[in-house]
């Protein structure tokens, strides 16, 4: 049911008191006047900067001067008005926390329940004493739709269609990617990114509305938008993720949908350190052309008890916001250490871990999951339960062909053409070599090359690789651990894996 719908229904029923949350104060306000009129009831507005707007001819008497404190003033407003009428009151949850308020509200809605009365109150978070909850009915108030999204870019063409400096043409191209990226944002934030994007490029385009999402990542702190910077073409290996990411890259379009897919979930990368989980995430982002978000799980934390939960809520509903999207949590293990020891922190990380959990597993908005860690023995075993990840994949050292491939990316990174390397050879001997070793025996051999300023050859990196010792020789038995723990939960990332 729509919003406002919901909203009528709520007030015919003579519900007493509403608690809309939403930051749209015009949009929701502009819903609840529209409802009021339709039920022929009056209207009145209550801010702390106006007051009541307009002001209540009480029932008792005319309208006369208060020593009250405004919030309680226009409580007893409330009290004594007459009925058919609606109270919206704005950023009212600041005062929830006095008792007398809290009293006074209780007072109200045995007083308002059953009459044709309504008191709205709308603010942008959701602060409801326990004394209250039977009393209130909460709603969420949702951001504009495609369809309201739609309406109002149609609004904005035609008030501009006759201004000789912009051009207003849209191919319908177009016009689907500036409605699907809008979506997420209020409003008011649609408004100006559209008339940025007018004042700026003389037209409407998406970036301003991309923009403009990014101005509220960066608000927020625990997530950043992150630039899909790599592409599947630049990871060496892993044949059978790419495979299994591949397949799924058309299952967040509408045909999708029609067609029966459900959005995918998201996937765990578990491996070995510098084998590329990293790069696979960031590759993702781009292979599917969604925007990434990254979360970084140490700033949900905050120092302040209960918030470190409510944060959690809040990344997870911008990430929400901003779908179809992927959301990518690297070293998952370090966020959730701790989960497993017992570290006394009050339970907090438990509770903001299970806050994610049953997010994951009920979330309904596609929002693709990437998580990536190395250290298995600290990740808590819920996470590895079945629904909650589509797949989890082991991400094992490259074996020789894998080594060539990776090889032959970093060369031609570095617009040398790998033919003229012998990188079969250069394979076969940095067996125990991760992806990222293998790029540093590349600019190794660039730099000593450089320095003597001669080109780089074969002989060049296969030095770098005799002189160095692979950080998996030293590892043997964490490496062997792991290998261990995967060879049971998970799925292997490529085809060979081992050599
Ligand atoms: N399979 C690969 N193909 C191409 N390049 C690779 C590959 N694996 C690693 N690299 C190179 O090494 C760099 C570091 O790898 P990455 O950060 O993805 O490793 P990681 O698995 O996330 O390691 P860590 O466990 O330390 O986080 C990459 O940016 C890339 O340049
Ligand atoms: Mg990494």
Known sequence: MDAKKE????VRAKYPILYITSWEERRVEQAVRDVALGLNRQMHTWS???GMQPAVRRASGPVKASSLPGELE????IHESAEFTVFLLKDFHPYMKDTRVVRLLRDLAARLRGKAQTLILLSPQLTLPTELEK???VLEYPLPERDDIETQLTDVITAMVDTPSVDMSLTDELRESIVRSAQGLTADEIESALARSLVEERKLTVDKIIEEKKQIVRKTGMLEFYPSSSSMKDVGGHDLLKDWLEKRSKSFTDAARDFGIPYPKGILIIGVQGCGKSLVAKAVSSAYGLPMLKMDVGRIFGSLVGQSEQNMRRAISIAESLSPCILWIDELEKGFAGMNGGVSDSGTTARVFSTFLTWMQEKTKPVFLIATGNNVAQLPPELMRKGRFDEIFFVDLPDTKEREEIFSIHLKKRKRDPK??????????TDGFSGAEIEQLVVGALNA????????????????????????RMMSEDI????????????PSATYGEG
Not at 449 to 469: G, L, M, P, S, Y
């Open 48 to 50: 702390v900067t106006q």
């Open 74 to 77: 226009a409580l007893a407003q």
């Open 480 to 491: 062997a651990e792991l290998r261990e723990w995967a060879r049971l939960r998970a799925r």
């Open 135 to 137: 009393d209130v009915t």
């Open 7 to 10: 909203i009528e229904v709520l």
């Open 449 to 472: 090359a450089f320095f003597q300023d001669r080109e780089v050859t074969f002989k060049d990196i296969k030095f770098e690789a005799d002189n160095q010792v692979p950080l998996s």
């Open 420 to 429: 003229k390397f012998k990188i079969g050879e250069l394979a076969s001997i």
